[in-house]
Structure formats: C-alpha cells, structure tokens
C-alpha cells in the first residue's frame, strides 16, 4: 500500500521568499516519488522526480526536492518565489501506481 | 505538438445523458489512464489500459466505461450522467518500456464535465 501525506492545503509566501511545500509518504516498496504542478485551467506538469541515485532533485523553473528515507518525506523548495509560481502542487508516490497527496494551492503575494 | 491531447474541453450536459470524452497520445507511448478530479482538486484514478488491456480498474460505478481502440487512444464513456459525476476528467500516458521512468506520466488539459 502507498499514500502521501501533504501538509499544508494553502500556503502563501512573498514575492522572493522561500517556497517549500511539505510531503511525506507511505510505502511497501522503494518508492518513486514525483512533484506535478498545475496552473489554473490546465493539465498537471511534472516538476521533478526521484526513482533512485542523487537524493537532491532538481527540477524545472528552479525548484528542487530531497528525498529522506529516514524521515519518509519529499519536500519541495525553491529559493525565491515568483509571482508565476502560483498554482496548484502536487506531491505523487509511485510503487506499483501513481497515488496523489491533496494537493497544496500556492499564493505568491507581491 | 500536443502530446496528450483531450476532447471536449469543456461537456455541460443534463442528467441521464450519456456522453464521451476522447484521448489521444502521440508520445509513442503504451499506457493509458483515467483520473477523476474533484471539486477540492483531489485526483483519483479510474482506469489504466497497457497494450489496449484493462490493466486497472478501481471502484468505479458501472456507468463508466472506458474504450481503448488502439495504444494511442484511450475512451471514456458515461452512460446515464448524475450530478456527481460533474468534475475535471484528465487523460494520461506513460511508457513501460522507460525503466525507471515508466511511472513518470504525461497528462493532457482536462475535460471539465457539468452536470446539471
């Protein structure tokens, strides 16, 4: 079984300020875990992901994540917020299916 | 150069309708799926087709059955529509042949679906 806990539906930060989206997860197996964003209107795009190596990911539009095996979480960070980055988050495990955390909407205030 | 593309974009229907909702890959890819997404933005999945195969299928009323005519289609149709059926439907694909990439999935724009 696999699920993933994001903490925070709504977060809000400044223009500039540090992002950071909480994950944590749940699995049987070694997981895959994934971060998709969506802008309003429109599909989910794939931010970044973890299948195994380097446990700092890198992904686009400057955002990163680092998996912690220990502490089961996949937080996602960017060190300063644009007024683009708002959108919706989401946090995503994969073992044998993908499966969602709720989501987290970000506002950036200018 | 849509690489999931989805149609219509936008179903206002009555209830007891039966609509479709189409989608199409040109990623080469070979599996398919169907998620549900509600109005608290939570997505679940409905189905996954690998090779035009059923290769999930969680507990989704009878209504809904999808169609996948060949590896670069994937169907969806509700038969007798109810008011919570109205939601954003988003169509995605994957490849099993990626090692480690194969859970990575690409989706196409939504079809927001209003039942009235």
């Known amino acids: 079984a696999q699920s993933v806990t994001q903490l925070g539906s709504h977060v809000s930060v400044s223009e500039g300020a540090l992002v950071l989206l909480r994950c944590n997860y749940s699995?049987?197996?070694?997981?895959?875990l994934f971060w998709y964003v969506q802008y309003p209107n429109q599909g989910l795009q794939l931010l970044l992901k973890?299948?195994?190596?380097?446990?700092l990911v890198k992904g686009i539009n400057g955002f990163e994540a680092e998996f912690k095996k220990s502490e089961t979480s996949f937080h996602l960070t960017k060190p300063s917020a644009h007024m683009s980055d708002a959108a919706e988050y989401f946090c995503?495990?994969?073992?044998?299916?993908?499966?969602f955390g709720s989501g987290t909407q970000l506002t950036v205030l200018p | 150069d849509t690489a999931v593309s989805q149609t219509p974009k936008y179903l206002v229907t009555q209830m007891g309708n039966d609509k479709s909702i189409k989608c199409e890959q040109n990623?080469?890819?070979?599996?398919m799926y169907w998620y549900k997404q509600d109005s608290k933005k939570f997505l679940k999945i409905m189905f996954s087709?690998?090779?035009?195969?059923?290769?999930i299928n969680e507990t989704v009323p009878n209504r809904f059955s999808p169609k996948s005519p060949d590896k670069a289609h994937l169907n969806l149709h509700i038969n007798s529509l109810e008011l919570g059926d109205s939601a954003v439907y988003f169509c995605?694909?994957?490849?099993?042949?990626?090692?480690?990439?194969?859970?990575?999935?690409?989706f196409g724009p939504g079809t927001r679906l209003t039942v009235t």
């Open positions: 995503a495990v994969s073992a044998r299916q993908l499966t």
């Open positions: 087709y690998n090779n035009k195969e059923l290769i």
């Open positions: 699995s049987s197996v070694p997981p895959y």
């Open positions: 995605a694909s994957s490849s099993s042949y990626s090692g480690r990439a194969r859970y990575e999935q690409y």
């Open positions: 990623l080469g890819h070979d599996t």
């Open positions: 973890y299948t195994t190596g380097a446990t």
